[in-house]
């Protein structure tokens, strides 16, 4: 079962896994994220918190610099589900 509660990206830690629930901010940057495979219902785990922060994203590695002009919010979720 998920967490209903969400939270800012950058409070999961090293390991922790998410969904993305929601991205705001400047369309552009929001249309960039989703080119790169960052969108809501995205499953992802945060293999290095901080900024840049680095994401396992399907198999793929994404590195998020935090001065952007975007809030990702997303569901905490367990690990193995």
């Known amino acids: 079962m998920y967490h209903e509660t969400c939270l800012p990206l950058e409070w999961l ?7 993305v629930a929601e991205i705001t901010g400047d369309p552009r940057w929001i249309g ?3 080119e790169l ?7 992802l785990q945060v ?4 900024c840049p922060c680095l994401l396992q ?3 793929c590695r994404l590195c998020v610099r935090g001065d952007l002009d975007v809030q990702i919010l997303v569901r ?3 690990a193995g589900c």
Request: glycine residues 22%; positive net charge.
């Open 13 to 19: 830690r090293s390991g922790e896994w998410g969904e």
């Open 32 to 34: 960039r994220m989703a």
């Open 37 to 43: 495979g960052l969108r809501a219902g995205t499953r």
């Open 47 to 50: 293999v290095q918190p901080g």
């Open 57 to 59: 994203i399907d198999g």
């Open 76 to 78: 905490p979720v367990p």
